[in-house]
Every structure is written in C-alpha cells, then in structure tokens.
Nanobody, 119 residues
Framework: QVQLVESGGGLVQAGDSLRLSCAASGRTSNTWTMGWFRQVPGKERAFVAQINWNVGSTDYADSVKGRFTISKDNAKNTVSLQMNNLNPEDTAVYYC????????????WGQGTQVTVSS
C-alpha cells in the first residue's frame, strides 16, 4: 500500500503562484510515475501533469503548459507542482496520484487539496 499526503493548497488571486507538494509513504520502492490531477464539481477528474520517477520525463495538459512545472525528489519520495500565473479556471481540488511499476497505472490517490483562484 502507498499513502499520499498533499499540501500547499489555498486561496490566491489571478496571476499569483502556488506550490503543491505530495509526500508518498509505504511501499514506494518501485515507483513508476507520480502525477497531479484536478477536479471541479460536476466534472470528471482531469489530468494535469506527470513525471517518470526514473528518467524524470514530464508530461502536461495543454491548459497548463508553460505555467505549471512538476518536479520530484526521489530521496524524499515527494512530488511538487509549481503553479504560476494562475487563473480562475485553475480552481479545483488537486489530487496527487501514484503509479507503481507493476501496473504502470495510477492506483493510489491522495485526499486532495483545494486550490481557489479569485479574479
């Protein structure tokens, strides 16, 4: 089992920056990928960004490219999401996700952290 704990959400104004962090614990010896998703009420959870744990390759949703940066700290088993130039459309609950090597799918999820961007 893997446990994920997010932190860093909050209320900001349009144009501001915010940094989310996620700490993984438990059986994390075979990490494949970690990522971030977000969800607004009435909509499905949407992919935001992901990072491969070994090679560090990244992938982003088109809506956040150039504004968000995902990074990792292998030693601390943490993944972070630096969000710059936020706009009200970024308002959502952000979830950290973990993919183990044996499945290469996001099998574990954090509890979510609210990000609210006011105009």
């Amino acid at each position: 089992q893997v446990q994920l704990v997010e932190s860093g959400g909050g209320l900001v104004q349009a144009g501001d920056s915010l940094r989310l962090s996620c700490a993984a614990s438990g059986r994390t010896s075979n990490t494949w990928t970690m990522g971030w998703f977000r969800q607004v009420p009435g909509k499905e959870r949407a992919f935001v960004a992901q990072i491969n744990w070994n090679v560090g390759s990244t992938d982003y949703a088109d809506s956040v490219k150039g504004r968000f940066t995902i990074s990792k700290d292998n030693a601390k088993n943490t993944v972070s999401l630096q969000m710059n130039n936020l706009n009200p459309e970024d308002t959502a609950v952000y979830y950290c996700a973990y993919s183990p090597r044996r499945t290469m799918s996001f099998d574990y999820w954090g509890q979510g952290t609210q990000v609210t961007v006011s105009s």
